[in-house]
């Protein structure tokens, strides 16, 4: 969860985040520390976007929900498992940067192995040390994970959903606790269904069967599964073992001390939530513990701060080394740092630790995101304290060593290897990272691999090659495929599109509609032009015309387009929203008829323009005041258009899914037999389009009869949310690519698809040479799917005159080959996108390389004709800007005029724009009045573009003179 500032977008200004996202503030409280107004423009953050749409317009369980759809889905696909054996596969595409880590657990009983806690994609693990992960956990199970702990015989349990309350934790509960005996190659549900949210699970280190479980419980409801619970038998029963002193009080953190396991500490945490505010605080806050084994609780004071409202989330910790030695940390319910205390005699007494910006800035504005501390095991007053950057202290809290530089930002786990020495493994919002100097952070931090927990709002897809693909990733900005899954632009990824027509045009956005275009893949970008629009959504939609991607639309409250590749826009509607805090949040736009467009707003209004948006017509009636998610526009009939909703039903008789063919006058229910879930996504299929897609929040799903009933779409999909589809065509097969949120990209051929299939990409993607010239391409392929193939490889769109050879002309896919590109004296200059394929027996791929040829010589003439006076003795300059392509001519001129009584004084030089000066003229001529002449130079060394400098210098005395004009030809 990254906490950017949030920008107020008013007016016509737009502003725009860097290319790094840094941490601001767009999850946290707005408001009184109480209440968190209806922020009039809108959601603030990622955490209000998720919920909002969830629980509109009257939601307030969403773990039960939830639960009842995923119950839901897996029925629908067991009741479909027959025909689901002949479906194609998804296939998991990563990328494996490393998104959000809740918790990590290293077993103490087989080497190497380390097992991390995704807040939305499952559990993931490792067998190398933490070098490279895999997924462990059940498709079938909730993926918000919030808690990992493993017994001392290697048995690991997971508490499921996320404790920290953002970034669409709370919009993905959990359903309580689960085990693995076999390293997480089969899960056990233990129970603790209602808890929705688990912060930490601790087990006895003298007995794996004694367990104490932290269960947040219900963020908009109170009472229910909340608390500190316990088990002597694995997990077979529980007890509540403390109850909150009122019924919005969880448990937030519990550690049963390792040297004397009778003793048991936790963190309570008073705190809600409600559509309109959130109160992260309040008296039932503290610190408790208990010397019998959990049997009795006593709240600890000393020097902890009494019971208060002003009281946030508590974290606890207690030594290994030293059992008295404790720790506590603590926000207010506004989320700011409130203190960080120690205890030398097991919480008798505290010590409150001297505040330093260092260990108060670290939790921001948002310490109820954090709110853990973790104690070296071999060392009591060693200890790191999450925040935005770790904290580190090796005496107590005493002095701190701050560190956000050599990992991501937003720390939340840390986890000393029993095995190896020295090991220490961090885990935040961007991956897991080892060091192997004792978790120093002034040491050196190595980045896991192969993760792959990342969460997708959007995806792209290139219409000509489906493996190059872009989106928008929470915390870790718009990222794409054909670049290392480097990144186009920073922030909170959100919009991401690829012009059908040119791959190399992208656009990505960040939060609340700051979006760049790029016209090189994204490896510059410049800013959108200046859009109208009061608010801004977190996702602010940004759509092409299917008829001209030169066409844009953006959707603030008001609908933009732009004529010109986003360069400008102009405002063509009002407010089309209720004018609370509601944006536009979907855009279709008919490709039959361009004029047609529809566009849906976050407070459920629906409206229709046949002319471009000269006038629009409401036609909201006859569908739900829910959250729009997506409208698609049949491409053939500017009539027939789909709506999807977010929400759930609740028992009532609302849809999820929409289909009018009288262009919004009626609306049809779809739903039909889809799992009650909110629906994010709905395409037709490129080449059929009575074949329909949809993405929810658990899983995807297609009709083959226009809605008239849904079945699974395909396997090996986890219960994910699918957030985003992006349809293509490939070798004649319909390719769908999903964004998840949790576990990345996923591709899938729906329909029969080629058995074997790659990839094939060109470094660098483009080059300039001067006529004659020759560029060189390294042409790479990889296996997609099925087995490698001999790929015959070909360029088209060569210039005229040049020519491509490749050594060698054909690979087995997975190798690569060197195109050389031969220009000839003749090419003519400019700039050519050539095409470089592959053709195997079972598809077609190709790359794009761009060249350019640039203009040697020609026309590039420019002339100063200001006088410019000689002095006795002097040096003066004058310049000439030139603008124009590629290098300069061997028979270049330039032509002086000069009016000198002794010209045998002057010395005369031509400054190229790089500072290389070239004589034209060394004190000769004698007595000879003035220079009247052109002087030839060779300057095919230079570029032509840049400004150019006459110097002329009287180099002795008694003779003055002007220089009248010169003029210089390249």
């Known amino acids: 969860m990254r906490r950017k500032t949030v920008i107020a977008l008013l007016g016509t200004s737009m502003l725009l985040l860097p290319a790094a996202a840094v941490p601001g503030v767009a999850d946290r409280v707005v408001g009184s520390p109480h209440v968190e107004n209806d922020n009039p423009l809108g959601p603030a953050g990622s955490d209000e976007w998720f919920a909002r749409q969830r629980l509109h317009p009257n939601t307030v369980d969403i773990g039960a929900n939830l639960a009842r759809a995923v119950r839901e889905a897996n029925a629908l696909r067991d009741g479909h498992s027959r025909t689901l054996t002949a479906q194609a596969a998804w296939q998991s595409l990563g990328p494996g940067l490393g998104g959000r880590i809740s918790d990590i657990a290293v077993d103490p009983t087989r080497p190497d192995t380390v097992y991390v806690g995704a807040a939305s994609g499952g559990v993931w693990k490792s067998t190398d040390g933490g070098t490279t992960f895999s997924y462990s956990w059940s498709r079938d199970l909730p993926q918000s994970t919030g808690a990992l702990a493993v017994a001392g015989n290697g048995t690991l349990y997971v508490g499921t959903g996320e404790g920290a309350p953002g970034s669409a934790s709370y919009s993905f509960p959990g359903n309580g606790v689960y085990r693995s005996t076999?390293?997480?190659?089969?899960?056990?549900?233990?129970?603790?269904?209602?808890?929705?949210?688990?912060?930490?699970?601790?087990?006895?280190?003298?007995?794996?069967?004694?367990?104490?479980?932290?269960?947040?419980?219900?963020?908009?409801?109170?009472?229910?599964?909340?608390?500190?619970?316990?088990?002597?038998?694995?997990?077979t029963t529980w007890r509540q073992a403390l109850a909150g002193v009122n019924t919005t009080t969880g448990g937030i953190d519990v550690s049963i001390s390792p040297s004397e396991p009778n003793y048991v500490y936790a963190a309570m945490w008073d705190h809600t939530r409600k559509p309109e505010g959130r109160t992260y605080g309040g008296v039932g806050t503290g610190a408790y513990r208990s010397s019998d084994g959990g049997q009795t609780w006593t709240r600890l004071g000393g020097g902890l701060p009494a019971p208060d409202a002003n009281n946030g989330r508590m974290g606890i910790a207690v030594a290994k080394s030293d059992p008295a030695r404790l720790y506590a940390i603590s926000a207010d319910t506004p989320g700011n740092f409130q203190g960080f205390w120690t205890s030398t005699n097991r919480g008798d007494t505290w010590t409150r630790i001297t505040?330093?910006?260092a260990l108060s800035s670290s939790q921001s504005t948002f310490g109820w995101w954090f709110g853990r501390i973790f104690v070296d095991p071999a060392a009591s007053q060693h200890i790191w304290v999450p925040g935005v950057p770790m904290l580190e202290s090796s005496n107590a809290g005493t002095s701190w060593t701050s560190n956000s530089s050599s990992f991501h930002v937003d720390q939340h786990a840390v986890a000393v290897d029993p095995r190896v020495s020295g090991r220490v493994f961090i885990g935040n919002d961007g991956g897991v990272y080892r060091s192997t100097s004792n978790g120093s952070l002034n040491g050196t931090w190595t980045k896991a691999r192969n993760l792959s927990n990342m969460q997708f709002y959007t995806v792209a897809v290139s219409q000509q090659d489906p493996t190059r693909i872009s989106g928008g990733l929470q915390d870790n900005g718009s990222v794409r495929s054909w670049a290392g899954w480097g990144q186009i632009y920073g922030g909170d990824g959100l919009a991401n599109l690829i012009d059908p027509t040119n791959h190399n045009k992208v656009y990505a956005c960040a939060q609340n509609g700051q979006c760049v275009r790029s016209t090189d893949g994204g490896n510059t970008t410049s800013a959108f032009g200046s859009t109208t629009?009061?608010?801004?959504?977190?996702?602010?939609?940004?759509?092409?015309?299917?008829?001209?991607?030169?066409?844009?639309?953006?959707?603030?409250?008001?609908?933009?387009?732009?004529?010109?590749?986003?360069?400008?826009?102009?405002?063509?509607?009002?407010?089309?929203?209720?004018?609370?805090?509601?944006?536009?949040?979907?855009?279709?736009?008919?490709?039959?008829?361009?004029?047609?467009?529809?566009?849906?707003?976050?407070?459920?209004?629906?409206?229709?323009?046949?002319?471009?948006?000269?006038?629009?017509?409401?036609?909201?009636?006859?569908?739900?005041?829910?959250?729009?998610?997506r409208v698609t526009v049949d491409p053939t009939d500017a009539n027939l258009a789909y709506v999807t909703v977010s929400g759930y039903r609740n028992g009532s008789d609302l849809a999820h899914v929409f289909r009018t063919s009288d262009g919004g006058t009626t609306w049809t229910d779809i739903s039909s037999n889809l799992p009650d879930a909110p629906v994010n996504e709905i395409v037709?299929?490129?080449?059929?389009?009575?074949?329909?897609?949809?993405?929810?929040?658990?899983?995807?799903?297609?009709?083959?009869?226009?809605?008239?009933?849904?079945?699974?779409?395909?396997?090996?999909?986890?219960?994910?949310?699918?957030?985003d589809i992006a349809p293509s065509v490939a070798s004649g097969q319909t390719v769908l690519t999903a964004a998840t949120y949790g576990l990345g990209i996923y591709q899938i051929r729906p329909s029969t698809a080629p058995a074997n299939d790659f990839a094939i990409s060109a470094t660098p993607s483009s080059a300039a040479v001067d006529p004659g010239g020759t560029a060189t391409v390294t042409l790479s392929t990889s296996v997609v799917s099925g087995t490698a193939e001999s790929v015959a490889l070909s360029a088209t769109g060569l210039p005229a005159g040049?020519?491509?050879?490749?050594?060698?002309?054909?690979?087995?896919?997975?190798?690569?080959?060197?195109?050389?590109?031969?220009?000839?004296?003749?090419?003519?200059?400019?700039?050519?996108?050539?095409?470089?394929?592959?053709?195997?027996a079972s598809a077609t791929r190709s790359a794009t390389?761009?060249?350019?040829?640039?203009?040697?010589?020609?026309?590039?003439?420019?002339?100063?004709?200001?006088?410019?006076?000689?002095?006795?003795?002097?040096?003066?300059?004058?310049?000439?800007?030139?603008?124009?392509?590629?290098?300069?001519?061997?028979?270049?001129?330039?032509?002086?005029?000069?009016?000198?009584?002794?010209?045998?004084?002057?010395?005369?030089?031509?400054?190229?724009?790089?500072?290389?000066?070239?004589?034209?003229?060394?004190?000769?001529?004698?007595?000879?009045?003035?220079?009247?002449?052109?002087?030839?130079?060779?300057?095919?060394?230079?570029?032509?573009?840049?400004t150019w400098t006459l110097r002329v210098q009287d180099a002795a005395a008694q003779d003055i003179g002007t220089l009248d004009s010169w003029t210089l030809t390249l």
């Open 182 to 235: 076999d390293a997480g190659a089969t899960w056990q549900h233990l129970g603790l269904d209602g808890t929705d949210r688990i912060g930490r699970i601790s087990i006895d280190p003298t007995n794996p069967n004694r367990i104490f479980v932290a269960a947040a419980g219900k963020l908009y409801q109170p009472g229910g599964t909340r608390g500190i619970y316990a088990t002597t038998d694995g997990g």
């Open 355 to 357: 505040n330093t910006s």
């Open 533 to 629: 629009s009061t608010r801004r959504g977190w996702l602010t939609p940004v759509v092409f015309d299917p008829n001209n991607p030169a066409i844009v639309y953006y959707g603030g409250n008001r609908l933009n387009r732009s004529t010109n590749s986003a360069a400008s826009f102009s405002v063509i509607s009002n407010d089309l929203t209720h004018g609370t805090w509601a944006t536009i949040s979907a855009i279709g736009v008919a490709k039959s008829d361009g004029r047609v467009i529809y566009a849906g707003t976050e407070d459920g209004r629906m409206w229709v323009t046949r002319d471009t948006g000269t006038t629009w017509r409401e036609i909201t009636t006859g569908l739900p005041t829910r959250f729009i998610t």
């Open 684 to 723: 037709q299929d490129p080449l059929n389009r009575s074949i329909l897609y949809v993405g929810s929040d658990v899983g995807a799903f297609v009709s083959t009869n226009g809605g008239g009933n849904w079945s699974p779409l395909g396997t090996d999909l986890p219960v994910v949310p699918v957030t």
């Open 802 to 840: 040049a020519t491509a050879t490749f050594n060698p002309t054909s690979v087995t896919a997975g190798g690569s080959a060197t195109v050389t590109i031969t220009t000839s004296s003749t090419t003519p200059a400019g700039t050519y996108p050539i095409t470089l394929t592959g053709t195997a």
């Open 849 to 946: 390389f761009t060249l350019t040829v640039n203009q040697v010589g020609g026309a590039c003439t420019g002339t100063n004709p200001n006088d410019v006076a000689i002095g006795d003795n002097t040096t003066v300059t004058s310049t000439i800007p030139l603008t124009c392509q590629g290098t300069a001519s061997a028979t270049s001129s330039v032509e002086v005029h000069i009016k000198h009584t002794y010209i045998g004084d002057l010395v005369v030089t031509l400054v190229a724009p790089d500072g290389s000066a070239y004589v034209l003229h060394n004190r000769s001529g004698g007595s000879t009045d003035d220079i009247d002449k052109a002087y030839p130079v060779d300057l095919s060394g230079e570029n032509r573009s840049g």
